[in-house]
């Protein structure tokens, strides 16, 4: 395998730059996923039916919560990936584990707000209103969800194996795709969220 | 008669078939290639071209381009013309291959003959884009002009008050509800001519298509929203109608008649109809609803009064709670319904 | 420790935090649907154009021409389809 | 025995029975077989797991041509039924699971892997790579493939087909109006493929914008790397949209949603809408690389570089941007009003422009040249005038107000399949004829395949041109019988004597096959076809590094420009080649993901949740797994270079 020293850890053999550039495709193809579904949302989201509109049920607290949460672990993974660029392996685990923290407590925020959401009859099955607002929101979430299993297993490789150009690669590119719900969280915080409760 | 234009048509086929084979000879690998024969070739395929374009002349017979109304009418000129058009470009694509592979069969090169390297060429490439993109934007031109026409009301017409006729559909019935006239019927509609129709469609169940291919064509009739097709009878005479859109089993034999009558008659039928028809109540439209085949009925009142249609109010955006009693039988539940009806119609 | 606080990022933290607060905007002030509208678009768009440039380094290798095609076209498409969808579903109808 | 009662076909029949005894005497004399001849060890190491672009692509190969008689035979049983008025060859439910079943199979798991199936034989070797970017990934997406299109096969013998059109629109096909679990197969089963599509994308795009040899720009790609590159970037981006159409399909069918239902707020039509916009591109997704394979074949036997090489690219790019701008076209008759469909129809037309250059450039690259009619250019011949036919018809449907009349009628049917069948399907065996000796090492049979070539050629005709005039006569599609007083009789016995002809014209290809491995000769070169692009300056067949010396790249013809102008290929000593590890987690995967599926169409909630888990566990492992490859020594490749030579 050649290693080119000259680029950062991530980037320094050929396997891993076809890995970040398939990431990004990927990632590409998440804009159309979550579209698709903000597609069905805007066209759904009048389609209330007996059940509640977004007006009634949004509620501004545990959304400004999970944004600002989101907001800052996108920021300190990024520290991490700037951290681990510099060498410095501890702080770059510190900073993952922030992330990955922080990422719990958006998802527990949202849990409690999906388990209110059906407490005050929003439930999957209330309209078609609710189903798409759960399932995009669901969508995210399980995406969050996946992502702190696929941290954690991360984590673990670099403080086993330290940071090699294959780990270096994989907490770059699960960087990339926490940023990426970052972004898709901003978008729903303003087209589902702000746009519902104007 | 209907039958035997069709197997003129099916002769002609075969004569397109002859000449195919024709012009198949020239792809069969031969050695001894004449010049002469060559002519006859493309003999052939001329005769071919214009045996398409007569069989195409022969259509004027097929129900679509035998229009009976306006509607129609602009739908046939423009399904015409652009058989026209389009059968030019054809034309061009065969005559081009048909010339490439007769002059430029390796059988013809001498045999150390090397083709050219050609990149491309401005003049035809901007010419191969050009007379398409003019062709497209008049065929768009068209296109629009006549999509404005068939979603208004039919030219000719808009000075005459149109009849409104909400034709909803079931599993597997058309129910045609005259509000004005206060009837309705099942399965058969009779409409006046020389006066624009305006037909509400909407569906108790999956997304039918109402067409009558010599009125117009076809709209959606969906659960959710009332759509509006505006249609206009010329010509007095029986026409098909059917749903175009599969809706489960009893899609076939989902259609109905069309009588178009002067406005007369069309008004002694509505007598004729409050004099002897039974009252429509909201049990028997509801027995009407289950999924089966139903013969020709007839019947005074309209079902709009107890089931509102899907619009205004009841429109798609807030309604729900009065569709959902309807759907939820399985389609097995009138399989004797199916059956025993199925002479009817 | 101050070598893993770049500057660069952390004023990309701020303005996406400041950006947070204009879009909230819509929720505490009483405004039109299309200002509103305006701003929430304006603010999204400008935050997810940090994220990618300062966050997930879109512009810093060879790969960069693709890396932005891919996602020009992604948002192009995805535009097309909620707008198309919008238009076709909705608006058309009026 | 509530429990197994749901496995019951709902609506059976003789053949269904007929079928469920075939399968099983099929498996059987596969596990007996297998382990007779000792073959599960070969299966395991050289098949299942392997990870060869080349392997990959035959196993793609293979299951599209088992998928295209399981659908042609339902083509065969629907024109059978249609043949004559009022015919009871089938009942209404039949045909309504026959024809439904016909489409899914045929555009899904036919169609797409006969394009997957070139795509990975053919681009790695176009470009001089050794392999994909990422080889596992490339694994993953042909089992899922595999396993989707297999789960979705076992409908018709376990729990009943999906019967509510390929189209599957809702609400006909949600709980209210279809009680069986055909639809919920058909939810799942083209989930699980269309993920495996998606990665093949990502995977496509990354290999062609990476892994080219030196020296080759993407202005000197040969134009099917050109047309994959394109059709995969379309996957990349339709894909999704299926992905969460299926997934609102699933919730609304096994968890009582209301996204298109006919209450509670829930819109049928959005159905629709997010249907075409994956559907439409898939048919470019479909035509794209099929152009590409015309495009190599007509220029290789008119001996001619390919004419207007730039606008061919130019107009592919216009037609992807494009393909995501018109599906509005697929229900024209919605009623969204004049102005909506005014402006889909201007986009629908308008792609008529980009493709009537390809058609042009085709036919001026005949141009001086020296034709030479094989079977590849035969088919390629035979797909101008034919196309050309369904092209224009797709112009006249574009006109919307005239589609109100088109829409739903054999008219639009006849339309799609001249075509599909000339576009797609002639490609695709334009290229498995074309690219047979780079697979296999021996050439099919000249003579039986132009005679192959005429009978589905004019069979194609024969079979839709009749479905014009009686779509225009007012045949609507998917109906299961007609009364004779409508006339569309005699039309229609027309349709089915070209459907036989079609028939005749695959069996010839089987037999084909079976002559060919019989009596062909294995004494051909790399290069028997004189082509023009890199994947013929390799062995046929391809030893598994493709290329013992990476190949540099001067032209846009590399191989023809090294023939004619002395260019040199391979330059310097062999030196050690890199090569990934078979692996069987795709496999085991895939197979996981069968279950997965088989327990959601079932509602078998733990079996689900088990799965899942397994599903999980695998990326685990994958993630945690140490795996850098493998090394060809120098030795070796010396070994089986002087091999390969040696059999020229």
Not at chain 4, 150 to 159: E, H, K, P, T, W
């Amino acid at each position: 395998m050649k290693i080119d020293h000259s680029l950062p850890l991530e980037y320094s053999t050929e396997e891993n730059r076809l890995k970040i550039l398939g990431f990004w495709i990927f990632l590409g193809a998440e804009i159309m996923l979550f579209g698709t579904l903000f597609a069905s949302y805007f066209t759904l989201v009048d389609r209330i039916g007996s059940g509640p509109s977004g007006k009634e049920i949004f509620e501004i607290t545990p959304v400004l919560i999970e944004t600002i949460v989101l907001l800052t672990s996108s920021f300190t993974i990024g520290l991490g990936v700037h951290a681990m660029r510099i060498g410095r392996k501890k702080a770059m685990m510190s900073f993952f584990v922030i992330t990955l923290l922080l990422g719990l407590v958006f998802l527990g925020v949202e849990i409690f707000e999906f388990i209110h959401y059906v407490h005050i009859g929003a439930g999957l099955q209330t309209s078609a209103f609710t189903a798409i607002l759960l399932s995009t929101l669901g969508t995210h979430g399980l995406h969050v969800t996946f992502g702190l299993f696929w941290g954690l297993f991360i984590l673990l490789q670099v403080k086993k194996r330290g940071l090699t150009p294959e780990t270096a690669n994989k907490s770059f590119i699960f960087s990339l795709y926490w940023h990426f719900l970052d972004v898709v969280w901003i978008f729903i915080f303003s087209f589902v969220y702000l746009k519902g409760m104007m | 008669m209907f039958i035997r234009k069709k197997y003129y048509m099916i002769v002609m086929l075969a004569c397109d078939l002859y000449h195919l084979q024709k012009i198949v000879y020239m792809f069969l690998p031969s050695k001894n290639l004449e010049r002469g024969i060559d002519l006859k070739r493309f003999g052939a395929l001329l005769t071919l071209v214009f045996t398409i374009i007569t069989v195409l002349t022969g259509c004027e017979s097929l129900l679509v381009l035998d229009p009976k109304g306006p509607q129609a009418e602009v739908q046939a000129n423009d399904i015409k013309m652009s058989i026209y058009i389009m059968s030019f470009i054809v034309l061009v694509v065969f005559g081009l291959l048909a010339y490439m592979l007769i002059k430029y069969r390796a059988s013809k090169q001498g045999k150390d003959y090397e083709p050219p390297h050609i990149e491309g060429n401005i003049v035809v490439e901007a010419i191969c884009v050009g007379i398409p993109i003019l062709i497209v934007a008049f065929l768009s031109f068209m296109s629009v002009k006549s999509n404005y026409a068939v979603e208004s009301t039919p030219k000719g017409y808009e000075n005459k008050k149109p009849l409104v006729v909400y034709a909803t559909s079931s599993n597997w019935k058309w129910h045609f509800s005259y509000p004005e006239e206060n009837i309705e019927t099942v399965n058969y509609l009779y409409i006046p001519t020389n006066r624009p129709i305006e037909f509400k469609l909407y569906s108790h169940g999956p997304i039918t298509s109402f067409w009558i291919p010599q009125l117009g064509g076809q709209k959606y009739a969906m659960a959710d929203m009332v759509t509006t097709l505006h249609l206009a009878a010329d010509v007095p005479g029986e026409y098909m109608g059917r749903n175009a859109n599969f809706s489960g089993k009893g899609f076939a034999e989902n259609t109905f008649n069309v009588k178009a009558m002067p406005q007369d008659e069309f008004e002694d039928w509505v007598k004729e109809v409050k004099g002897t028809a039974k009252p429509l109540t909201e049990q028997k439209f509801n027995e009407l609803l289950e999924p089966g085949h139903l013969g020709q009925l007839t019947f005074t009142g309209t079902h709009l009064g107890f089931l509102p249609p899907p619009e205004g109010e009841n429109g798609g955006h807030n309604h729900g709670s009065h569709n959902a009693k309807m759907g939820t039988e399985k389609n097995e539940a009138s399989e004797s319904i199916l059956e025993s009806e199925h002479n009817h119609h | 420790m101050k070598e893993l606080f770049p500057m660069k990022q952390i004023l990309g933290f701020v303005f996406s935090l400041l950006l947070t607060v204009i879009a909230l905007a819509v929720y505490f002030l009483d405004m039109s649907f299309s200002t509103g509208m305006t701003i929430l678009l304006a603010t999204a768009f400008i935050q997810a154009a940090v994220q990618l440039v300062v966050f997930m380094h879109a512009g810093e290798t060879k790969d960069k021409g693709a890396i932005y095609t891919n996602v020009y076209y992604g948002v192009f498409i995805a535009l097309a389809t909620v707008f198309g969808t919008l238009l076709t579903m909705i608006w058309g109808y009026n | 025995m509530d429990f197994f009662d749901r496995f019951a076909i709902p609506h059976p029949s003789l053949a269904i029975y007929a079928s469920m005894v075939a399968i099983v005497l099929t498996v059987i004399a596969i596990v007996v077989g297998l382990t007779y001849f000792k073959k599960w060890g070969y299966l395991w190491r050289e098949w299942l797991t392997t990870v060869d672009h080349k392997r990959i692509g035959i196993m793609y190969l293979i299951s599209a041509l088992l998928m295209l008689f399981r659908g042609g035979v339902d083509a065969l049983m629907m024109r059978a039924q249609l043949a004559v008025p009022e015919n009871t060859l089938l009942d209404a439910q039949h045909y309504n699971e026959v024809f439904t079943t016909h489409g899914v199979v045929m555009i899904l798991f036919m169609a797409m892997p006969f394009i997957m199936a070139l795509m990975n034989f053919v681009v790695p070797l176009q470009i001089g790579a050794r392999d994909v970017a990422f080889p596992r990934l490339n694994a993953l997406s042909f089992w899922l493939f595999f396993f989707g299109a297999m789960l979705f096969n076992i409908s018709f013998v376990v729990g009943g087909s999906p019967d509510a059109g390929w189209t599957s629109y809702f609400p006909l096909a949600g709980n209210e109006f279809s009680t069986s679990v055909g639809t919920n197969y058909y939810m799942i089963a083209i989930q699980i493929a269309g993920i495996g599509t998606l990665m093949t994308g990502i995977n496509f795009i990354t290999t062609i914008l990476k892994m080219r040899a030196p020296g080759m720009t993407l202005m000197k790609m040969p134009m099917f790397t050109w047309s994959s590159l394109i059709a995969n970037v379309i996957i990349v981006f339709a894909f999704p949209v299926l992905t969460v159409a299926l997934a609102m399909g699933t919730l609304d069918r096994l968890f009582g949603t209301h996204f298109f239902t006919t209450n509670n707020g829930g819109m049928d039509m959005l159905w629709a809408n997010l249907f075409w916009v994956w559907g439409h591109p898939e048919v470019y997704i479909l035509i794209l690389p099929a152009f590409g394979i015309y495009s190599e074949v007509i220029s290789t036997f008119a001996r001619r570089n390919l004419y207007g090489y730039k606008s061919m690219v130019a107009s592919m790019v216009i037609i992807s941007l494009l393909s995501f701008l018109v599906w509005v076209h697929h229900f024209f008759t919605m009623g969204q009003g004049a102005l909506t469909n005014s402006i889909f129809s201007i986009t629908t037309m308008a792609i008529a422009v980009p493709t009537g250059v390809k058609i042009f450039n085709w036919l001026f690259t005949l141009y001086k040249g020296k034709i030479e009619i094989t079977t590849p250019m035969l088919y390629a011949l035979l797909f101008i005038p034919l196309f050309t036919i369904g092209g224009v018809t797709g112009v006249m449907l574009g006109m919307s107000a005239a589609d109100y009349q088109y829409h739903n009628t054999m008219f639009l049917v006849a339309h799609f399949h001249m075509v599909i069948i000339p576009g797609v399907v002639f490609a695709m065996l334009a290229g498995l004829t074309y690219y047979w000796p780079k697979m296999f090492g021996f050439m099919l049979n000249e003579r039986i395949g132009k005679i192959t070539a005429w009978t589905i050629g004019i069979s194609t005709l024969v079979a839709f041109m009749p479905m014009f005039f009686t779509g225009l006569d007012g045949q609507a599609r998917r109906m299961y019988t007609y009364s004779e007083s409508t006339g569309f009789g005699p039309l229609n016995m027309v349709s089915f004597v070209g459907a036989i002809g079609l028939a005749i014209g695959f069996i010839l290809l089987v037999y084909n096959v079976y002559y060919s491995i019989r009596y062909a000769s294995r004494d051909i070169s790399a290069d028997p076809w004189d082509a023009r692009t890199l994947e013929w300056a390799t062995h046929s067949p391809v030893p598994e590094y493709n290329f013992a010396i990476v190949p540099h790249v001067k032209s846009e013809e590399a191989l023809w420009d090294a023939k004619k102008k002395r260019h040199i290929l391979f330059q310097g000593n062999y030196e050690k080649i890199h090569m990934p590890n078979n692996s069987g987690v795709p496999f085991i995967m895939g197979s996981i993901f069968f279950i997965w599926g088989f327990a959601l169409v079932f509602s078998l909630w733990p079996l689900a949740i088990i799965a899942t888990i397994g599903i999980l566990a695998c990326m685990a492992h994958r993630s945690m797994e140490i795996d850098h490859g493998r090394y060809i020594s120098v030795k070796e490749i010396e070994e089986t270079e002087t091999k390969l030579r040696g059999a020229k």
